[in-house]
């Protein structure tokens, strides 16, 4: 069986415009990637952890603040490029990115040079549109955006938002 994560979407409305929270990774191998590269915020569930904690936790490591606690909706299941499932969940919410505080991880960098370095997990977070998000989303997680909206009665609008 192949690897599976668990994540939570932030969503909120502006002025009538639903807009979604989407986490950069961090390190230097994403550094300068943008459209495509960006994800709801997830990580790994081990063995037979529960995909709701594992959501709830990586939330909090990704982002360095507690998930909400009510209003937690199924998005369900998406296959990613490379083979990895990642089971979403959806929670209405607010969050400044500008406090993001995220974990870290070490890597040898650059490769093959002895030196191992600190990046954080998450070098950003941003509110997106819809349209935005389907931009700036790995490819597979673009559904969840589509779930999202089927959930909450948005309107789909001509160009993937």
């Known amino acids: 069986m192949g690897k599976r994560s ?13 807009r979604v ?4 990774p961090g390190g230097p191998i994403w550094a300068k990637r943008d459209d495509g590269a960006w994800s709801i915020p997830k990580g790994e569930v081990d063995g037979d952890e529960d995909d ?12 360095g ?5 009510v209003g937690w909706l199924e998005l369900g299941e998406v296959t990613q490029a490379g083979g990895k499932q990642v089971v979403a ?13 995220s974990n870290t991880f070490t890597l040898e960098w650059p490769p093959r040079s002895g ?6 997990e998450v070098d950003r977070a941003a509110w997106f ?16 955006l589509e ?15």
């Open 6 to 18: 668990a994540g939570l979407l932030l969503y909120r409305v502006d002025a009538d415009e639903p």
């Open 21 to 24: 929270l989407l986490v950069h």
């Open 52 to 63: 709701r904690a594992v959501a709830r936790r990586e939330f909090a490591e990704e982002l």
């Open 65 to 69: 603040t507690a998930p909400p606690e």
């Open 89 to 101: 969940f959806a929670a209405p919410g607010d969050l400044d990115p500008a406090t993001v505080s």
């Open 115 to 120: 030196r191992r370095q600190q990046f954080p």
């Open 129 to 144: 549109s819809v349209a935005e998000a389907s931009r700036k989303l790995i490819g597979a997680q673009v559904a969840l």
């Open 147 to 161: 779930r999202l909206g089927d959930a909450l009665g948005w309107p789909r609008r001509a160009g993937g938002g």
